[in-house]
């Protein structure tokens, strides 16, 4: 049977081996479980494990440095230097709770976090959000951001069955003349609207990000993601079970009104 207080101990130790990767324990408060999206598997032995499965994916991740369940590694996305420093804790000596709960200690500090099974990332720059999207998707992770303040109340209707519906949607509102799939789940919609300064080159010739989500807390977590980017500006309607990202906010106003959705909006900074 695990016990919270010799799992503390361990962290404890590690904490004096590790250094700056520290584990803080949290006294006699009771843990912040692990959030039920966090996929169970994949599970790994070492950090090693994670990397190799980076390498797999085709993100070779140079080590950097090493620590007790820990290392840290450099990778190349998008023509950009990422480090991601890894973290795997023994599920013999961790429930996932616990594992949870040191993830959530990093949350909690501002860090967005890659996590599944028995592991966990930080990506490092935390502030480009897209760097840690690609990091979970090859390694079958999701993406967990900082619990920065919620959204606005958001409608639970309309809902729509795929992207394509919600692109359709979109069509008829006139902002959605082709389409890009990125995934089942997810669209690039073009349009002839007038391009937008704050629209960076990975939006060229599109204007909307269509994505469909398994459940409110899907859909907050990559909101919250969005929010958390320190680079560029959002502007996200969304309603029920789908966000639609911008860079043209006059646009994005717009369709909430015709699509019952809601507006948020976001600066880098603030």
Same mark, same amino acid.
């Given at each position: 049977m695990k016990r919270t207080v010799s799992a503390l101990a361990a962290l404890l130790a590690l904490?004096? +081996?590790?250094?700056?990767?520290?584990?803080?324990?949290? &006294?006699?408060?009771? +843990?912040? =479980?692990m959030p039920a999206d966090v996929p169970?598997?994949?599970?790994? #032995?070492? =950090?090693?494990?994670?990397?190799?499965?980076?390498?797999r994916a085709g993100i070779p991740c140079e080590v950097l440095r090493r620590r007790t369940?820990?290392?840290?590694?450099?990778?190349? !996305?998008?023509?950009? #230097? %990422?480090?991601?420093? !890894?973290?795997v804790l023994n599920p013999e000596e961790f429930s996932r709770d616990?594992? &949870?709960? /040191? *993830?959530?200690?990093?949350?909690?500090? &501002?860090? @967005?976090? %890659?996590? $599944?099974g028995n592991w966990f990332i930080r990506v490092l720059p935390n502030g480009t959000p897209a760097h840690s999207i690609k990091i979970a998707e090859a390694v079958g992770a999701v993406v967990l951001p900082p619990p920065l303040p919620p959204p606005p109340d958001i409608p639970s209707t309309p809902a729509h069955r795929s992207a394509d519906a919600l692109a359709d949607a979109l069509h008829k509102a006139g902002s959605c003349t082709d389409r890009e799939r990125r995934s089942a789940r997810e669209l690039l919609c073009g349009s002839r609207t007038?391009? /937008?300064?704050?629209?960076?080159?990975?939006? $060229?010739?599109?204007h909307a990000l269509l994505l469909l989500h398994d459940n409110a807390a899907a859909r907050d977590d990559h !909101?919250?993601? +969005? +929010? /958390?980017?320190d680079h560029t500006p959002a502007a996200v309607? @969304? $309603?029920?079970?789908? #966000? !639609?990202?911008?860079?043209? =906010?006059? @646009?994005?106003?717009? @369709?909430?009104?015709?699509?019952?959705? %809601?507006? *948020?909006?976001?600066? =880098? &900074?603030?």
């Open positions: 904490t004096a +081996l590790t250094g700056c990767d520290r584990f803080e324990p949290r &006294g006699g408060k009771s +843990l912040d =479980p169970v598997t994949p599970q790994y #032995t070492s =950090p090693d494990e994670v990397v190799a499965a980076l390498e369940g820990a290392l840290d590694c450099e990778a190349q !996305i998008s023509g950009a #230097t %990422v480090e991601n420093r !890894i973290q616990e594992v &949870g709960d /040191s *993830i959530a200690a990093w949350r909690n500090s &501002g860090t @967005t976090v %890659v996590a $599944a007038a391009e /937008s300064k704050t629209c960076d080159t990975s939006w $060229a010739d599109h !909101i919250r993601l +969005l +929010l /958390s980017n309607v @969304t $309603a029920a079970n789908w #966000t !639609i990202q911008f860079c043209d =906010p006059a @646009t994005a106003r717009a @369709t909430a009104d015709t699509l019952g959705g %809601v507006l *948020i909006t976001h600066e =880098p &900074g603030t």
